[in-house]
Structure formats: structure tokens, C-alpha cells
T-cell receptor, first 113, second 113 residues
Framework: NAGVTQTPKFQVLKTGQSMTLQCAQDMNHEYMSWYRQDPGMGLRLIHYSVGAGITDQGEVPNGYNVSRSTTEDFPLRLLSAAPSQTSVYFC????????????FGPGTRLLVL | GENVEQHPSTLSVQEGDSAVIKCTYSDSASNYFPWYKQELGKGPQLIIDIRSNVGEKKDQRIAVTLNKTAKHFSLHITETQPEDSAVYFC????????????FGKGTTLSVSS
């Protein structure tokens, strides 16, 4: 079991560029989530999904899109990157009967210039 | 909605000492309280959790206690070692729409030898 994997590990973007952060899990978990982590702010939920084809917004969704076409994958899209999106992004997954028991990936560090 | 306060924000101890991190929560309906350890450059890793029908749980040098009446829970690490140095996050389950967990802002633990 690889658990939750994320790519890339690190990315530099220019303002206005777009990119997709990849997340995959091999635990057959129904729930998947995206968080951002900023100094002093803890972990804040961006978007989440309760199953394939179902997504919804979290606490800080603006500037991000998600889709969930398969159980395994949950990509996060930045359509037009802004410096305020410089952060470390974590993907997490959890089983449907225990959505609160979340397992995190290693993270993607994003720098927007 | 649920709010989780975590103290202290930084904690420095000598190797072999004990370390205690405390969290309080606001939603009396919360019933699951995990603790995560995040090492530098890595994702948060679930290290121990407790449910509201239990007052204490122990796993080797790590223990968590829960006081439902006072709405606080604590992480206790005994016989600390340098490899315990990391950021520790507490969290509480929530029934708020959009998220399953609310996180504290983290405690940076430094263990010096």
C-alpha cells in the first residue's frame, strides 16, 4: 500500500499560470480532501469529496477547482495562480464509515511569484 | 461552529523529560479526537486518537486524555527523544457541513539532547 501520494513535491509558478496538483490513494477510501497549510494558520480545508462524482467546498475554496472521476484520484486545479496561493498543499483520504480518520499525503510545496 | 484551541504553540524540553500539549474544543457533539505529528517536509501522520466514550488511551510513550465535561484533551509524551521533535496538531470531529475535522494551529516540540 502506497497510501496517499501527491505530485509534484515542489512547484514554482508565475502569477496567472495554471496547474494541477495530483493526489491518488490506493486504500479504496470514499472520502478525499485538500488542505492548505500556512504558517500560524494550521490546516484549512479547500475542497472535499465523499465519493466519485461528488465534490463540495470547504473553508477556503476560492481560486481552486476539483473533480473526482474515480475513487482513487482527486486532482486540485489552480486556474490562474496568485501569490496568495503560495502554500503547502496536503491531500487526505478517509474511509466512508470513518470520515474523520484522515490519512495525509506528503504534500506539495507551491510558490507563486 | 467548532473551534479548537491548542497550547502551547512552542515547547522545548530536555531529552528524557515529559511533554504535554493541551487542546480545548467548543462543540459538545464532537466525539473523535486525533493527534497528528508532522515532521519537517512531510505530511501530518496520525499517531493516536481517542473517542468520547474513553477517558484515556496509551500507546507506548504516548498517551491521550479526554475530559468531556471540560471539553479538553491532552497529548502526553513521556521519556522524550530527539526524534520526537516535530509539529503536533490536535483535531476534533465536527458535524459542520463541509468538513469532518477541525484542527488546532499546532505545537512545535523541540527535544534537545
Amino acid at each position: 500500500n502506497a497510501g496517499v501520494t501527491q505530485t509534484p513535491k515542489f512547484q514554482v509558478l508565475k502569477t496567472g499560470q495554471s496547474m494541477t496538483l495530483q493526489c491518488a490513494q490506493d486504500m479504496n477510501h470514499e472520502y478525499m480532501s485538500w488542505y492548505r497549510q500556512d504558517p500560524g494558520m494550521g490546516l484549512r480545508l479547500i475542497h472535499y469529496s465523499v465519493g466519485a462524482g461528488i465534490t463540495d467546498q470547504g473553508e477556503v475554496p476560492n481560486g481552486y477547482n476539483v473533480s473526482r472521476s474515480t475513487t482513487e484520484d482527486f486532482p486540485l486545479r489552480l486556474l490562474s495562480a496568485a501569490p496568495s496561493q503560495t502554500s503547502v498543499y496536503f491531500c487526505a483520504s478517509s474511509p466512508g464509515d470513518r470520515p474523520e480518520t484522515q490519512y495525509f499525503g506528503p504534500g506539495t510545496r507551491l510558490l507563486v511569484l | 461552529g467548532e473551534n479548537v484551541e491548542q497550547h502551547p504553540s512552542t515547547l522545548s524540553v530536555q531529552e528524557g523529560d515529559s511533554a504535554v500539549i493541551k487542546c480545548t474544543y467548543s462543540d459538545s457533539a464532537s466525539n473523535y479526537f486525533p493527534w497528528y505529528k508532522q515532521e519537517l517536509g512531510k505530511g501530518p501522520q496520525l499517531i493516536i486518537d481517542i473517542r468520547s466514550n474513553v477517558g484515556e488511551k496509551k500507546d507506548q510513550r504516548i498517551a491521550v486524555t479526554l475530559n468531556k465535561t471540560a471539553k479538553h484533551f491532552s497529548l502526553h509524551i513521556t521519556e522524550t527523544q530527539p526524534e520526537d521533535s516535530a509539529v503536533y496538531f490536535c483535531a476534533a470531529s465536527t458535524h459542520q457541513a463541509g468538513t469532518a475535522l477541525i484542527f488546532g494551529k499546532g505545537t512545535t516540540l523541540s527535544v534537545s539532547s
